[in-house]
């Protein structure tokens, strides 16, 4: 195996553990929060007091994120990729085994506290997508960003089926909730043990950004490289992108209980077979980039985002949902690479982690702002979320085609030099 192909190896599986480790508490935090009988929160603790701990306990972790990506990004971009990943595994698995035991003990901070620490080394995918940048040339660049897409959304599928298997006592009698914080420990830790054996910087990927153009850009600080006029309207696509994508991922199921009363199992299902059309649109980005370009791959798959949302509140049986389903998803995939891939062209070849920690960031931000603002619409309307959405995308369509600067999308050679 070549050395960019074991790079890539690492950092497929550094990007699926990543997302396996951030939705794993999904399945286990709800009942550990809301059912007295488990004995994690003192049982005379009142119901809305317990959902407050709740959405506190899931939004620390995309906090830390939020914070850490960029100045992750911008550490490798200084002290070497491969380091600074081992370290942010590292500090991952620790706050992994600090939520593990906090649990086990019933201990609420030292949960909060492993959430925050576990979610501020996780800013590691923008080191990732950097690895997968320097190594890459203008003919496979494509298709490795869409493999850390595909590892993205198995990780979405792994992570819960895991937190779900190891804290049910039903499968094995020693399984309980603090189970699968102490399996995603032991998960960063054998990422850990395979990024330092397997992950070798080819030569050339090294000698990027030893130019004195791109020192200069490497000095610059956060908030330069996120107003660069090059990279701003990609930041900015970004946001509106995720942004539709998280009212689509938070709300479909809300929306299916809302008007069709549907259970937990036939939600599971859902999520079941829209993997299906994001893992395909992942392994297919490359070959339809070749005949329509970057922009025009972005542009399709912001509107069949669209396209799914706005249809999808259409259908009267639920058999029908799955078509708007799987268009969505088929373009959710397509928006994740291009958007990943507007700012890494974007950016100099020495400023590669900062900025795509910063995208990191963003799409923090999008999610959050799709919580949010997703909640307040689905009390008014029930169909508002996926309105607002289609529009969120639509307007993608518009920046893509008028706003997006040419640079960001021309792919770097490997030697650093633009294409």
């Known amino acids: 195996m070549s050395q960019e192909n074991k790079a890539m190896s690492a950092v497929f ?87 593990a035991i906090g649990v086990a ?37 494509v298709r490795n960003f869409g493999l850390i897409t595909v590892a993205i959304n198995v990780g979405w599928i792994v992570g819960p089926l895991m937190g779900g298997f190891f804290s049910d006592p039903s499968i094995h009698p020693s399984f309980n909730v603090s189970w699968p914080f102490f399996f995603a420990a032991g998960m960063y830790g054998f990422n850990l043990l395979v990024v330092a054996v397997v992950l070798h910087i080819p030569e050339y990927a090294r000698r990027r950004g030893r130019t004195k153009d791109d020192q200069a850009i490497a000095g610059r600080t956060v908030w330069a490289t996120l107003t660069d006029p090059v990279l701003l309207p990609g930041y900015a696509v970004s946001f509106a992108s995720y942004f539709a994508i998280y009212l689509f991922f938070c709300f479909f199921g809300v929306y299916l209980v809302q008007t069709s009363d549907v259970t937990s199992s036939f939600l599971g299902m859902c999520s079941a077979i829209i993997s299906i059309p994001l893992i395909l649109a992942g ?30 509140v259409l259908p009267d049986g639920l058999v029908w949902v799955f078509v708007p389903m799987c268009i969505a998803a088929f373009g959710i995939a397509w928006c994740e ?54 529009i969120a995308a639509l307007i993608c369509v518009i920046g893509i085609l008028g706003w997006v600067k040419s640079s960001a999308l021309i792919p770097a050679r490997a030697d650093g030099a633009a294409e």
């Open 13 to 99: 599986l550094t990007v699926l553990f990543g997302f396996a480790g951030f939705s794993l508490p999904y399945p286990v935090f709800g009942p550990m929060f809301l059912k007295p009988e488990l004995g994690f929160l003192d049982p005379s603790i009142p119901e809305q007091y317990r959902t407050i701990l709740l959405g506190v306990a899931m939004a620390l972790y995309p906090i830390g994120q939020f914070i850490g990506a960029p100045w992750l990004g911008r550490l490798s971009d200084r002290l070497g990729r491969k380091p600074v990943l081992m370290a942010s595994l590292f500090g991952a698995a620790s706050g992994y085994i600090v939520v």
């Open 105 to 141: 003990s019933a201990n609420l901070p030292l949960v909060l506290a492993g959430r925050f620490v576990s979610g501020l080394c996780e800013g590691n995918m923008a080191i990732a997508q950097s690895i997968a940048s320097d190594i890459s040339t203008p003919a496979n660049k």
């Open 283 to 312: 392994l297919t980005v490359e070959r339809a980039q070749r005949p329509m370009g970057l922009r025009g791959v972005a542009a399709l798959g912001h509107m069949l985002l669209a396209i799914g949302l706005i249809t999808f």
């Open 337 to 390: 690479v291009t958007t990943s891939l507007f700012i890494s062209n974007g950016a100099g070849a020495h400023e590669q982690g900062q900025a795509l920690g910063i995208y990191r960031s963003v799409h923090v931000l999008a999610e959050a702002a799709a919580v949010l603002t997703g909640g307040v619409l689905a009390g008014l309307d029930n169909t508002s979320p996926f309105m607002v959405g289609g």
